[in-house]
């Protein structure tokens, strides 16, 4: 079983920055898919970023350019590291991983295709 623990959330101005981990227990696998997902009052789940067991990311355009995925396998984290916040990426986000998905599907970022999820934690930005 997969077990994912969130931390790293808060209050943040715009423009400020803020680093989420993730505790998995999906590095002792030798194939993974590992994601960052958020979901925003009265809007629907999004997926932001996704890692998989190579190394290839990909992120969502509304994210690109400021949000970094990465990965510590040494220490069982997975990270987000999110610059240049604003107001609109106000959330509660997800870590989420999967152990049978295909590396193209991965990086599709579905929300669907992932059956581990951890608890959340909140992000909030203030203009």
């Known amino acids: 079983q997969v077990q994912l623990v969130e931390s790293g959330g808060g209050s943040v101005q715009a423009g400020g920055s803020l680093r989420l981990s993730c505790v998995a227990s999906?590095?002792?696998?030798?194939?993974?898919?590992m994601g960052w997902f958020r979901q925003g009052p009265g809007k629907e789940r999004e997926g932001v970023a996704a890692?998989?067991?190579?190394?290839?990311?990909s992120y969502a355009d509304s994210v690109k350019g400021r949000f970094t995925i990465s990965q510590d396998n040494a220490k069982n984290t997975l990270y987000l590291q999110m610059n240049s916040l604003n107001p609109e990426d106000t959330a509660m986000y997800y870590c989420?991983?999967?152990?049978?998905?295909?590396?193209?599907?991965?990086?599709?970022?579905?929300?669907?295709?992932?059956?581990?999820w951890g608890q959340g934690t909140q992000v909030t930005v203030s203009s």
């Open positions: 989420a991983a999967d152990l049978s998905i295909a590396p193209w599907l991965c990086l599709q970022r579905r929300s669907t295709d992932f059956n581990f």
């Open positions: 890692i998989d067991s190579f190394g290839t990311t």
């Open positions: 999906v590095y002792t696998y030798s194939s993974y898919c």
